[in-house]
């Protein structure tokens, strides 16, 4: 029987990445991830420019590689780590849209599940409608992580929606009467992957923009604002790997 690695979007094997996978979304930003906090961080993958590292933070391994935009990017690659490459937990770390005022720029949002206007879910061939809800071990350890770097955080629903330009101009406010804290384009798949593999995921946001009251942070506060997100999810796959 062949071996399932290298596949068509990831040129490396098993062990050429840790336990824990760390997914923003734009290749770029793993790179920084990796230049700014890895020790000895290696290119493991760059099929397609989706860049894949491995090194230490504080002596713990860990990997980073890019997802791509929206679910069925996300669907790829979180498939193949979990199911090919022996991944046993993978934290998204990306930006979302607040959808509630109270909700603040730079705020870092976690999400504890992940709703979705994806049709993803019907590949599963489920009687039903499925959840999607983050690993609660990972989720806790982040909280945890969260508390002691003294982060302000907010934990509950995600919008992990198919569409970035809709044509329901009153769409939001569906989702905002439902309680959802922010929409993103990834974490539903990510979460109904990690169901499916028996594997933990998570995501980790901060609030770019507040899609009610229009406020946007500039791209230089992105860059402060989005290292603080990062330094929690290291410490997350810190405690992760013990």
């Known amino acids: ?26 290749p770029l930003r793993a790179k920084f991830i990796a230049e700014n906090f890895l020790e000895d961080a290696k290119l493991v993958n760059n099929v ?5 590292y491995t090194g230490y933070y504080k002596n713990t391994k860990v990997s980073v590689m890019a997802s791509g935009m929206g679910m069925p990017s996300m669907g790829i690659y979180s498939y193949e780590l979990f ?4 991944v046993d937990n993978i934290i998204r770390i990306g930006s979302a849209g607040a959808l509630n005022e109270s909700i603040r720029l730079r705020d870092i949002v ?17 009687p039903g409608t499925f959840a999607p809800i983050c690993s609660y071990e990972l989720m806790e350890k982040c909280i945890s992580s969260a508390k002691e770097l003294g982060l302000k955080y907010r934990v509950g629903n995600l919008l992990s929606s198919d569409v970035f330009y809709g044509d329901d101009a ?25 169901a499916r593999s028996g594997k ?43």
């Open 110 to 126: 976690i999400g504890m599940g992940a709703s979705t206007d994806s049709n993803y879910a019907s590949n599963f061939n489920l």
């Open 1 to 26: 029987m062949s071996k399932p690695y290298p596949t068509a979007h990831i040129n490396a094997s098993p062990e050429d990445f840790a336990s824990t996978v760390l997914m923003p979304g734009d």
């Open 83 to 86: 199911n090919f490459f022996d």
């Open 200 to 242: 933990n995921a998570l995501a980790i946001c901060t609030i770019s923009d507040n899609i009610i009251t229009g406020e946007e942070l500039s791209a230089e506060e992105r860059q402060t604002s989005f290292k603080e997100m990062m330094s929690l999810a290291l410490e997350t796959a810190v405690k992760a790997d013990k």
């Open 48 to 52: 397609r420019g989706i860049h894949g």
């Open 170 to 194: 009153d769409s939001n406010k569906k989702w905002c009467k439902m309680g959802i804290m922010a929409v993103e384009m990834e974490a539903a798949a990510l979460y109904m992957n990690a």
